[in-house]
């Protein structure tokens, strides 16, 4: 597209929000990535990207709960706790936002332990509940395990994580059990002290040296040392353990230590890795002893809300919670509604603990928000991009301090884990291919959004740092970096719609650089999926505005979320159309604008198909297209047109092979007269009809008819297709004779051969031809 070069960033030549950081913010060591007006002109003009690429971009590179429903804000937290915990009993680790107990020491007369109530430990273990063993398939069902002391009316399975530790402790009196805080490990732990005989229990100061922990240790006493950290610097070595099993066995106690799910243990024994069970087993363990009012478990773990909590991974803490309000509603005294909102309160509640900790410096905070924006992204794009934000809060905090970066701080594996995240491999769509990155994503997949607005609007002295963060990542090259930053805005904007509008989406869609206005477009258009208001009103009153990269924005915005207002879009953009004929065409600078119009119109027609087809449900989409032919007429025409030739060009493969979608979309319709499959169809052999008899459109609806039998050579689907639809266009002899020539004269890619495809339908078309005239002389005979 070409860019005029003569327009300001403003409607008035002036930045609305000139006293907020430009567009172009300084990198972290102080030195200025702006470019100068000529530089960025020149980037404008050479910018240019189709509106269906646009969208598949979009889809692409978001992740996937932007677009469920869940990523709704599910109202304020639930039963009117907003922090902490409260009502009954919570049995497990009950850790937020990932800290950990702090024990102060003052010197070493004070104790360095304290007794755990047998009573407490007894309530633990009738809601506890055990993990599954690992089947051994070369070992008979009936078989003894291969330590062959556990008893076979033992609750736990043998090759679980539980029976593996049990069967250390028993054989050294002391236990590694290894996870992430929110697993309920430090229950399991008292869980395999009970087991082994424990009948009492002690909770050892985990800020202890290794080489110290065996001082205090008690006679006839199980002991727990939870949070225990072990580093490179205090890792936990071969003689800490065989002391610590020594003096065990010599007093008869056991050992459980608790550490994290990377442990530096030198030898002795090997920490055992917990693994706690499926949200829905935990539930119903707790469940059992909760007054249910003679629900069944089964019945209540069923239910639609139920279900949507445990589908995202929580602590294990959080199921307990939930428990409680799965049983309050079973006695009537929690709704539906707030059963269902549990998520979201869980959510918000580890979200503000994080923001409120004074154990999270800046720069992890900073780590946090970048991940919540990148959730679902490769881990190098997120660390690297979390300390562009951290300069930038840090400028804000202690304006005169530069920012310290530690280039070799904190594992990435100890970052990940801090922020309750997990990462894992996946392929990433490049323009050269598939690329397999490790990415991250929060366990809970409410988190990333919740704390969006958490940042956005409960710390509003942090927006101008992300305001100048957001605005980076919007003119960024890489297109990941792009639609992200969007996406953040989006959730901002349906947290905060006037504030998201004025200090980033309608400066975004005033700049004369295409990244930018398309940063705009998607920000509404996942807005809007996020449930935000006036997202329609916004498009509409853009489409027509005085600044033409207002109706840009808007334009490429219908192209992207049009579908989910299909008739309200098209009636958009065709009041555009007569608009811009109004004005006496487009804006100086911007011949193209007709066929921007033309390419959002075309990537609507292909979502509402493709959403028609999903659903199988063909209303809405046969009405949008039967609307078309009618306008294929007058001013419109061209924009109709125009948006027919577009719509024909996308794909469902790579850099245009596979099937055509719009071929696709025709051959899934129900061809069956009356249906609305087949009005859609009809639509469409219309609007073909009136492409190839149009002395403008003609020769590009010919190049793409050829393309399209290409396409159907290997294709056995779409060449029915095409079976079908050639007949229905040929109105005319005139018709027959053009597309007749077209197949006799086809040739393959870089091959002179007429390919079979183009025998086939040639003959095909003879044939309907031949039957449609002896029809219609009939009569006269």
Same mark, same amino acid.
């Given at each position: 597209?070409?860019?005029?070069?003569?327009?300001?960033?403003?409607?008035?030549?002036?930045?609305?929000?000139?006293?907020?950081?430009?567009?172009?913010?300084?990198?972290?060591?102080?030195?200025?990535?702006?470019?100068?007006?000529?530089?960025?002109?020149?980037?404008?003009?050479?910018?240019?990207?189709?509106?269906?690429?646009?969208?598949?971009?979009?889809?692409?590179?978001?992740?996937?709960?932007?677009?469920?429903?869940?990523?709704?804000?599910?109202?304020?937290?639930?039963?009117?706790?907003?922090?902490?915990?409260?009502?009954?009993?919570?049995?497990?680790?009950?850790?937020?936002?990932?800290?950990?107990?702090?024990?102060?020491?003052?010197?070493?007369?004070?104790?360095?332990?304290?007794?755990?109530?047998?009573?407490?430990?007894?309530?633990?273990?009738?809601?506890?509940?055990?993990?599954?063993?690992?089947?051994?398939?070369?070992?008979?069902?009936?078989?003894?395990?291969?330590?062959?002391?556990?008893?076979?009316?033992?609750?736990?399975?043998?090759?679980?994580?539980?029976?593996?530790?049990?069967?250390?402790?028993?054989?050294?009196?002391?236990?590694?059990?290894?996870?992430?805080?929110?697993?309920?490990?430090?229950?399991?732990?008292?869980?395999?002290?009970?087991?082994?005989?424990?009948?009492?229990?002690?909770?050892?100061?985990?800020?202890?040296?290794?080489?110290?922990?065996?001082?205090?240790?008690?006679?006839?006493?199980?002991?727990?040392?939870?949070?225990?950290?072990?580093?490179?610097?205090?890792?936990?070595?071969?003689?800490?353990?065989?002391?610590?099993?020594?003096?065990?066995?010599?007093?008869?106690?056991?050992?459980?230590?608790?550490?994290?799910?990377?442990?530096?243990?030198?030898?002795?024994?090997?920490?055992?890795?917990?693994?706690?069970?499926?949200?829905?087993?935990?539930?119903?363990?707790?469940?059992?002893?909760?007054?249910?009012?003679?629900?069944?478990?089964?019945?209540?773990?069923?239910?639609?809300?139920?279900?949507?909590?445990?589908?995202?991974?929580?602590?294990?803490?959080?199921?307990?919670?939930?428990?409680?309000?799965?049983?309050?509603?079973?006695?009537?005294?929690?709704?539906?509604?707030?059963?269902?909102?549990?998520?979201?309160?869980?959510?918000?509640?580890?979200?503000?603990?994080?923001?409120?900790?004074?154990?999270?410096?800046?720069?992890?905070?900073?780590?946090?928000?970048?991940?919540?924006?990148?959730?679902?992204?490769?881990?190098?794009?997120?660390?690297?991009?979390?300390?562009?934000?951290?300069?930038?809060?840090?400028?804000?905090?202690?304006?005169?301090?530069?920012?310290?970066?530690?280039?070799?701080?904190?594992?990435?594996?100890?970052?990940?884990?801090?922020?309750?995240?997990?990462?894992?491999?996946?392929?990433?769509?490049?323009?050269?291919?598939?690329?397999?990155?490790?990415?991250?994503?929060?366990?809970?997949?409410?988190?990333?959004?919740?704390?969006?607005?958490?940042?956005?609007?409960?710390?509003?002295?942090?927006?101008?740092?992300?305001?100048?963060?957001?605005?980076?990542?919007?003119?960024?090259?890489?297109?990941?970096?792009?639609?992200?930053?969007?996406?953040?805005?989006?959730?901002?904007?349906?947290?905060?719609?006037?504030?998201?509008?004025?200090?980033?989406? =309608?400066? &975004?869609?005033?700049? *004369?650089?295409?990244? /930018?206005?398309? %940063? !705009? +477009?998607?920000? #509404? $258009?996942?807005?809007?999926?996020?449930?935000?208001?006036?997202?329609?009103?916004?498009?509409?009153?853009?489409?027509?505005?005085?600044?033409?990269?207002?109706?840009?924005?808007?334009?490429?915005?219908?192209?992207?979320?049009?579908?989910?207002?299909?008739?309200?879009?098209?009636?958009?953009?065709?009041?555009?159309?007569?608009?811009?004929?109004?004005?006496?065409?487009?804006? =100086?600078? &911007?011949?193209?604008? *007709?066929?921007?119009? /033309?390419?959002? %119109? !075309? +990537?609507?027609? #292909? $979502?509402?198909?493709?959403?028609?087809?999903?659903?199988?449900?063909?209303?809405?989409?046969?009405?949008?297209?039967?609307?078309?032919?009618?306008?294929?007429?007058?001013?419109?025409?061209?924009?109709?047109?125009?948006?027919?030739?577009?719509?024909?060009?996308?794909?469902?493969?790579?850099?245009?092979?596979?099937?055509?979608?719009?071929?696709?979309?025709?051959?899934?319709?129900?061809?069956?007269?009356?249906?609305?499959?087949?009005?859609?169809?009809? %639509?469409? +052999?219309?609007?073909?009809?009136?492409?190839?008899?149009?002395?403008?459109?003609?020769?590009?609806?010919?190049?793409?008819?050829?393309?399209?039998?290409?396409?159907?050579?290997?294709?056995?689907?779409?060449?029915?297709?095409?079976?079908?639809?050639?007949?229905?266009?040929?109105?005319?002899?005139?018709?027959?004779?053009?597309?007749?020539?077209?197949?006799?004269?086809?040739?393959?890619?870089?091959?002179?051969?007429?390919?079979?495809?183009?025998?086939?339908?040639?003959?095909?078309?003879? +044939?309907?031809?031949?039957?449609?005239?002896?029809?219609?002389?009939?009569?006269?005979?």
């Amino acid at each position: 597209m070409n860019v005029p070069q003569d327009h300001q960033a403003g409607t008035d030549g002036q930045d609305p929000h000139a006293e907020w950081p430009a567009a172009a913010t300084d990198t972290p060591d102080g030195t200025s990535d702006t470019t100068t007006g000529a530089e960025e002109s020149a980037d404008a003009e050479d910018e240019t990207e189709h509106a269906w690429d646009s969208r598949r971009d979009l889809y692409r590179h978001i992740p996937g709960i932007m677009l469920g429903h869940s990523a709704r804000t599910g109202g304020s937290l639930v039963g009117g706790d907003q922090h902490g915990v409260s009502g009954g009993h919570v049995y497990g680790d009950v850790i937020l936002g990932g800290s950990k107990v702090e024990y102060h020491i003052g010197g070493d007369t004070e104790e360095r332990s304290g007794e755990i109530p047998r009573s407490e430990v007894e309530a633990l273990a009738r809601n506890f509940v055990y993990p599954p063993g690992e089947h051994d398939s070369s070992r008979p069902d009936d078989a003894a395990p291969a330590d062959g002391r556990d008893d076979p009316d033992a609750p736990w399975e043998p090759g679980s994580p539980f029976a593996v530790a049990l069967a250390g402790l028993r054989e050294h009196r002391v236990a590694v059990l290894s996870g992430p805080a929110t697993t309920g490990r430090r229950a399991a732990a008292l869980m395999l002290l009970r087991a082994v005989g424990s009948r009492s229990y002690r909770a050892l100061d985990p800020a202890l040296p290794p080489g110290r922990l065996v001082g205090e240790l008690r006679e006839d006493c199980g002991h727990v040392v939870a949070d225990f950290a072990t580093t490179a610097e205090r890792p936990l070595r071969e003689h800490h353990i065989r002391a610590l099993s020594e003096r065990l066995h010599a007093t008869g106690g056991h050992l459980v230590l608790v550490v994290g799910p990377h442990p530096v243990v030198h030898g002795g024994v090997s920490p055992v890795p917990w693994q706690p069970p499926e949200p829905a087993a935990l539930l119903a363990g707790h469940l059992r002893n909760q007054d249910v009012a003679g629900r069944n478990v089964d019945e209540l773990l069923a239910l639609t809300e139920v279900r949507s909590v445990l589908a995202h991974h929580r602590p294990v803490a959080d199921t307990a919670r939930f428990a409680e309000r799965v049983a309050g509603y079973a006695r009537g005294t929690v709704t539906l509604a707030e059963l269902g909102a549990f998520g979201h309160y869980a959510a918000e509640r580890q979200v503000r603990e994080w923001f409120d900790s004074a154990d999270h410096t800046l720069h992890d905070k900073a780590f946090l928000i970048a991940l919540a924006t990148f959730d679902e992204a490769p881990y190098p794009l997120t660390a690297e991009l979390s300390d562009v934000l951290f300069g930038l809060l840090q400028r804000i905090e202690n304006p005169g301090e530069p920012a310290r970066i530690p280039v070799f701080g904190t594992s990435s594996a100890q970052r990940v884990e801090q922020a309750l995240a997990d990462r894992y491999q996946e392929p990433e769509e490049t323009e050269w291919g598939p690329v397999l990155q490790t990415k991250v994503q929060f366990r809970d997949r409410l988190t990333a959004i919740t704390l969006l607005r958490e940042v956005w609007t409960g710390h509003p002295s942090a927006r101008r740092a992300l305001v100048a963060w957001l605005r980076r990542l919007a003119d960024d090259p890489r297109p990941v970096v792009r639609t992200r930053a969007a996406a953040a805005a989006a959730v901002m904007a349906e947290a905060d719609l006037p504030s998201a509008m004025a200090l980033l989406i =309608r400066s &975004w869609a005033a700049d *004369r650089r295409l990244r /930018a206005r398309l %940063a !705009a +477009a998607n920000a #509404l $258009a996942l807005a809007h999926h996020l449930g935000a208001p006036h997202v329609s009103r916004i498009l509409a009153d853009w489409c027509t505005a005085p600044d033409h990269r207002l109706r840009w924005t808007a334009v490429r915005g219908y192209a992207l979320v049009g579908d989910a207002f299909p008739q309200e879009a098209l009636a958009a953009l065709t009041e555009a159309v007569r608009s811009m004929e109004s004005r006496g065409g487009p804006a =100086r600078g &911007w011949s193209e604008e *007709r066929d921007d119009l /033309a390419q959002s %119109a !075309a +990537a609507l027609l #292909l $979502a509402a198909g493709q959403e028609a087809a999903a659903r199988d449900d063909w209303d809405a989409a046969a009405g949008l297209w039967g609307a078309l032919p009618p306008l294929a007429r007058g001013t419109t025409r061209d924009f109709v047109l125009r948006a027919m030739v577009h719509a024909c060009g996308p794909t469902d493969g790579p850099a245009g092979t596979g099937r055509p979608l719009l071929l696709d979309l025709f051959a899934r319709a129900d061809p069956k007269p009356g249906t609305d499959g087949a009005v859609l169809r009809h %639509a469409m +052999a219309a609007l073909w009809r009136s492409v190839l008899n149009d002395p403008v459109c003609s020769a590009s609806g010919l190049n793409t008819m050829r393309q399209w039998v290409r396409a159907a050579e290997d294709d056995r689907g779409a060449e029915t297709a095409l079976a079908e639809l050639l007949p229905l266009l040929t109105a005319s002899n005139e018709d027959h004779r053009r597309l007749a020539y077209l197949l006799d004269n086809l040739r393959g890619e870089g091959d002179s051969a007429r390919p079979a495809v183009a025998f086939r339908l040639r003959t095909l078309l003879s +044939a309907s031809h031949a039957d449609a005239r002896s029809s219609a002389d009939a009569p006269s005979r």
